[in-house]
Protein backbone atom coordinates (compact mmCIF):
# COMPACT_ATOMS: atom_id res chain seq x y z
CA UNK A 1 0.00 0.00 0.00
CA UNK A 2 1.52 3.70 -0.93
CA UNK A 3 2.01 5.78 1.98
CA UNK A 4 2.53 9.50 1.12
CA UNK A 5 4.19 11.36 4.01
CA UNK A 6 5.02 15.32 3.94
CA UNK A 7 7.28 17.17 6.15
CA UNK A 8 7.98 21.24 5.90
CA UNK A 9 4.96 22.86 6.96
CA UNK A 10 4.90 25.22 9.72
CA UNK A 11 4.61 28.86 10.45
CA UNK A 12 6.62 31.96 7.81
CA UNK A 13 5.98 35.36 7.80
CA UNK A 14 4.31 37.22 4.49
CA UNK A 15 6.48 37.48 1.37
CA UNK A 16 9.31 34.52 3.22
CA UNK A 17 9.39 30.92 1.84
CA UNK A 18 8.65 27.83 2.44
CA UNK A 19 9.85 24.31 1.03
CA UNK A 20 7.21 21.08 1.63
CA UNK A 21 8.44 17.78 0.87
CA UNK A 22 6.84 14.31 0.34
CA UNK A 23 8.19 10.95 0.48
CA UNK A 24 6.40 7.69 -1.00
CA UNK A 25 6.69 4.50 0.00
CA UNK A 26 5.28 1.34 -0.93
CA UNK A 27 5.12 1.63 -4.00
CA UNK A 28 4.41 -0.38 -6.65
CA UNK A 29 3.07 1.27 -10.16
CA UNK A 30 6.30 3.32 -12.02
CA UNK A 31 4.01 5.64 -13.70
CA UNK A 32 2.40 8.26 -11.85
CA UNK A 33 1.65 11.63 -11.09
CA UNK A 34 2.49 13.32 -7.43
CA UNK A 35 0.30 16.83 -6.68
CA UNK A 36 -0.21 19.24 -3.74
CA UNK A 37 -3.26 20.04 -3.11
CA UNK A 38 -4.09 23.03 0.00
CA UNK A 39 -7.00 23.48 1.89
CA UNK A 40 -7.96 26.38 3.75
CA UNK A 41 -9.83 27.04 7.29
CA UNK A 42 -13.62 26.62 5.90
CA UNK A 43 -13.09 26.04 2.61
CA UNK A 44 -13.06 22.92 -0.12
CA UNK A 45 -9.43 21.41 -1.33
CA UNK A 46 -7.52 23.09 -4.01
CA UNK A 47 -5.59 21.51 -6.39
CA UNK A 48 -2.00 23.89 -6.31
CA UNK A 49 0.46 22.00 -8.54
CA UNK A 50 1.12 18.26 -10.15
CA UNK A 51 3.92 17.26 -11.37
CA UNK A 52 4.70 13.62 -14.29
CA UNK A 53 6.42 11.17 -12.97
CA UNK A 54 9.11 11.98 -15.76
CA UNK A 55 9.49 15.50 -13.70
CA UNK A 56 8.92 16.76 -17.54
CA UNK A 57 6.12 18.54 -17.26
CA UNK A 58 4.26 20.21 -14.39
CA UNK A 59 1.28 22.23 -14.15
CA UNK A 60 0.06 24.68 -11.78
CA UNK A 61 -3.01 26.72 -10.48
CA UNK A 62 -3.09 30.06 -11.29
CA UNK A 63 -2.12 31.07 -7.35
CA UNK A 64 0.25 29.21 -7.44
CA UNK A 65 2.36 30.26 -10.83
CA UNK A 66 5.19 32.00 -11.00
CA UNK A 67 5.27 31.40 -6.57
CA UNK A 68 5.36 27.77 -6.26
CA UNK A 69 8.16 25.33 -7.78
CA UNK A 70 6.89 21.50 -8.19
CA UNK A 71 9.98 19.18 -8.35
CA UNK A 72 10.68 15.58 -7.80
CA UNK A 73 14.02 13.64 -7.24
CA UNK A 74 13.09 10.09 -8.84
CA UNK A 75 16.09 8.35 -7.30
CA UNK A 76 14.66 9.05 -3.25
CA UNK A 77 11.10 9.22 -4.91
CA UNK A 78 10.45 12.51 -2.92
CA UNK A 79 8.42 15.44 -4.41
CA UNK A 80 8.78 18.93 -2.85
CA UNK A 81 6.72 22.63 -3.00
CA UNK A 82 8.77 25.71 -3.18
CA UNK A 83 6.65 28.42 -2.23
CA UNK A 84 8.03 31.71 -2.37
CA UNK A 85 6.23 35.29 -1.57
CA UNK A 86 3.81 33.78 0.61
CA UNK A 87 0.65 35.62 1.10
CA UNK A 88 -1.53 35.36 4.19
CA UNK A 89 -4.51 33.71 1.93
CA UNK A 90 -1.55 30.97 1.54
CA UNK A 91 -2.65 29.59 4.79
CA UNK A 92 -3.58 26.29 4.14
CA UNK A 93 -3.27 22.35 5.56
CA UNK A 94 -1.27 21.37 2.16
CA UNK A 95 -1.35 17.53 1.09
CA UNK A 96 0.39 15.37 -1.06
CA UNK A 97 -1.36 13.32 -3.93
CA UNK A 98 -0.36 10.50 -6.62
CA UNK A 99 -2.86 10.14 -9.33
CA UNK A 100 -2.50 7.51 -12.68
CA UNK A 101 -4.31 9.98 -14.77
CA UNK A 102 -1.95 12.83 -15.78
CA UNK A 103 -0.98 16.31 -14.66
CA UNK A 104 -4.16 17.76 -15.76
CA UNK A 105 -6.20 15.97 -13.37
CA UNK A 106 -7.18 19.19 -10.56
CA UNK A 107 -10.32 17.40 -8.96
CA UNK A 108 -9.73 15.68 -5.63
CA UNK A 109 -11.35 12.53 -6.68
CA UNK A 110 -9.46 11.87 -9.28
CA UNK A 111 -5.92 11.18 -6.53
CA UNK A 112 -6.82 7.97 -4.96
CA UNK A 113 -3.60 8.51 -2.69
CA UNK A 114 -2.98 11.57 0.02
CA UNK A 115 -0.55 12.11 2.38
CA UNK A 116 -1.68 13.60 6.38
CA UNK A 117 -1.36 16.81 5.72
CA UNK A 118 1.50 19.48 6.52
CA UNK A 119 0.12 22.75 8.30
CA UNK A 120 1.39 26.39 6.61
CA UNK A 121 0.80 29.46 8.35
CA UNK A 122 1.34 33.06 6.53
CA UNK A 123 1.50 35.54 9.40
CA UNK A 124 0.81 39.16 8.28
Known amino acids: QLQLVESGGGLVHACGSLRLSCSAS????????LAWFRQAPGKEREFAAA????????HYADSAEGRFTIARDKAKDTVSLQMNTLEPEDTAVYYC?????????????????WGQGAPVTVSE
Open 97 to 113: AENYYGVAAVATNQYPY
Open 26 to 33: GRIFSRYV
Open 51 to 58: ISWSGDIT
